[in-house]
């Protein structure tokens, strides 16, 4: 059990490392380290 505990740790850790978040006109843009097919990152906007 402590090893995969440690496995996902590490990935999560991945995650925050590699997610990137910008702010431009009012508006949050969160780019992530997830590739769609096109090898494009997959971006979230977040308008408030």
């Given at each position: 059990m402590?090893?995969?505990?440690?496995?996902v740790?590490?990935?999560?850790k991945?995650?925050?490392e590699?997610t990137?978040?910008?702010?431009?006109?009012?508006?949050?843009?969160?780019?992530?380290p997830?590739?769609?097919?096109?090898?494009?990152?997959?971006?979230?906007?977040?308008?408030?």
């Open positions: 402590m090893e995969i505990n440690s496995i740790n590490e990935y999560l991945w995650i925050r590699n990137k978040i910008k702010n431009k006109n009012g508006i949050d843009i969160i780019t992530t997830f590739a769609l097919s096109n090898n494009d990152l997959i971006d979230i906007i977040v308008k408030k």
